[in-house]
C-alpha cells in the first residue's frame, strides 16, 4: 500500500472512532483489546469444520459490557478476523425492522449485510454463481440436501437439482437464488421446472411451505456458504440490550431465539454457523431480575398446557442463563492501555492530515467512563487544534446509558412475506403477567 493508500485508510479509520461507528480500518489500527474474547472466537471458528462434517453446531460466544465499551467495535473485529480465515460473516443490529423474534428478518437482515473473501453484495447470488459441482464442498452441499434428515423442505434440495440443470433459463435461476436469499417462490413453479428437466418424482413438494421455513433457509445458506467454498458462516447480533425493550411476550421468544443461535438447542441445530452476539452487562439485573423474566416467563408458558409452550419455555429460560451465566464480560482497559491507545490516535491523526497533532490532556482512566469516550474528546481536540490553532477548548461529555422502558413502537406484530406467524405467546401491549402470555 503506497503512503496515499495510508493517508486515506488512516482517514477512515479517524472519521470511524470519531461518529463512534467502527469500520475495517478503525478496528485494523486498535485491534480488539480483548484478547480472551479473540482466543476463544479464534478457537470455536478452528471447531467449525469439524463440527459441520458431524453434524453439530459450535457453541456460540456471548460478550457483554457497559455502554460505549466497546462491543461493535469488538464485533467488527471479530468480523475482519472470521473473514481473513475465510468464513462469511454477517453482523445483524437488534431493531425495530430486525427483531430477534422475528427469523425471517433476522434472516433477510443476515443475507444482506453477509461479507466474505471474493463476494461484493448479494451474498447468496454471488455464492451460487461460484458453485462448481465438481468440487468435494458442492458433492457435500449436494448429498446433504437430498438427506432426509437434513431438517429442510424438500423445495431446497429441489431448487439445487433445477439451479445445477437450468443453464439455459437465467430468469428461473435467477428466482431460485432469490428464494434462497428470502423471497418467495410457488411450488407449482419449482414442480413445472422439475417436470421440465424429468425430475418431478424425485422430490415431494405437496401442500405449502412451513411456518419453519425462515429457519430451513438459515440451515440450508450455512451449508450453500460451505458448498461454495467457505469454510463457514458466522452471525454477529450486536445490540441484544434492545430485548428488554419488546413486551413480555416478544422477549421470551428472544431469549428462545438467543438460545437458538448459541446452538444450546440439541435438536434443533445449524451445522456450519456459529453465531456471536453483544449485550449490557446490566441487563441480567435490570431485565431478567427487577423485569421478572426470570423468574415468570417459564411457569407462565408452561401453565399454557401445551408441548409448543413448554418447549418455548424451556428455549427461553436457556436464553436467559446463557446471558446470566455463559456471557464474557469485557475487559476495562487499564491505564497502560488508554495511554497506548492514545498514543496509537495521535500517530493516526498525524499521518491522515500530515501535520504534528499536540498533546492534550490524556486523563486518568476511570472506571465509570466509556473508553469510546476517550477516544472521541482526542480526536475532537485534535481536530479543533488543526482547524483552529489558537482556541482554547473546554470539552465535556454527557455519560449515556441504554434504557430497559417499553417501547409500544417495538411492539407491533412482526410478519414478513412467506413468515407465518409461530410464535407460541400472545402479544402485550405492556409488561403486565397477571394474564396469560
Known sequence: MNRVDDSVGDRRAIEALRNGVPNADAVRVLGSG???????????????????????QVPGLLVKGGFGTGKSHLLKYLQVKAVSENFVCSHVVVSKETPLFNPA?????????????????????????GLRQETPSYAELYIWANRPDA??????????????RLKNDPEFVERITSFWSGDPLK??????????????ATFDLKGKLPPSLPLERFRFAARL????????WVLLLDEIELVGRFNVAQRAK?????????????GAQFPGLMAVGAITDDFDLAVLQQKGDRDVIGPRLRSKGTLDSDLVAAQAEAGMRIIEQAAMRLTPPNETVLRQ????LKDIHARAYGWEPPDVDVGHRSTTRAMRSYVRRFINEWD??????????????DPLSPTYVNDPALQQPSHDDGDDDTDQLQEQDDDSLSGPI
Open 34 to 56: 480483548q484478547q480472551l474474547v479473540e482466543e476463544t472466537f479464534l478457537q470455536r471458528l478452528s471447531e467449525v469444520d469439524g463440527a459441520a462434517r458431524a453434524g453439530r
Open 225 to 232: 456458504i460451505r458448498g461454495a467454498g467457505y469454510k463457514g
Open 384 to 397: 479543533l487544534k488543526r482547524l483552529y490553532p489558537d482556541a482554547v477548548l473546554n470539552t465535556q461529555d
Open 254 to 266: 428472544s431469549y428462545a431465539e438467543l438460545a437458538r443461535w448459541m446452538g444450546a438447542n440439541e
Open 105 to 129: 428478518k433476522v434472516y433477510r437482515a443476515a443475507i444482506e449485510s453477509a461479507v466474505g473473501l471474493r463476494l461484493n453484495g448479494q451474498a447468496i447470488k454471488a455464492m451460487a454463481l
Open 151 to 164: 431438517g429442510v423442505h424438500q423445495v431446497f434440495p429441489a431448487t439445487l437439482l433445477l439451479h445445477e
Open 341 to 344: 491507545t492514545y498514543g496509537t
Open 187 to 200: 411450488i407449482a413453479d419449482v414442480k413445472r421446472e422439475l417436470r421440465q428437466v424429468k425430475a418431478a
